[in-house]
């Protein structure tokens, strides 16, 4: 398994990531009610595979997820990771693939925002918790 970012992730989270490696997404796929995906960056500084897992949307063949961290005021760090080196592993239930991340601009990612807030709400609520333009991001498979 790949490790985890520079912090060691909450355990509800490490416990989600575990099943659905554990069970190819049988057991995580879904997670309350919402769709996720397995994400794995390449640290920035220190090299290292870091997987964690992300809601997700569908775009064709490609994958949509949002660097929320909650509203935080910061990105998030896998998205740091990505913007240093857009080439990811990702897996959705049992398919898992290679894929390139690029961040949604304009007109694009309005729409993409949009869609990503059908999906899970509380992201409208993040974006008002935040001065920064919380980035959406694409997995494009590769």
């Not at 990105?75 to 990771?81: C, H, V």
Request: proline residues 6%.
């Amino acid at each position: 398994m790949a490790e985890q970012d520079d912090r060691e992730l909450p355990d509800w989270m490490a416990d989600h990531m575990r099943r659905y490696l554990e069970t190819d997404g049988e057991d995580g796929h879904v997670w309350r009610g919402v769709p996720t995906l397995l994400l794995t960056t390449t640290g920035r500084r220190s090299s290292t595979p870091r997987m964690l897992p992300l809601i997700y949307g569908k775009q064709g063949d490609n994958c949509v997820v949002v660097a929320s961290k909650g509203g935080h005021k910061d990105n998030p760090l896998w998205y740091e990771n990505l913007v240093a080196n857009p080439e990811v592993q990702v897996q959705v239930a049992a398919d898992k693939f290679s894929g390139r991340a690029r961040t949604a601009t304009g007109d694009e990612r309005a729409a993409l925002w949009k869609h990503m807030v059908g999906i899970f709400p509380a992201y409208s609520d993040y974006q008002e918790n935040t001065d920064r333009e919380i980035p959406v991001v694409l997995l494009d498979r590769q």
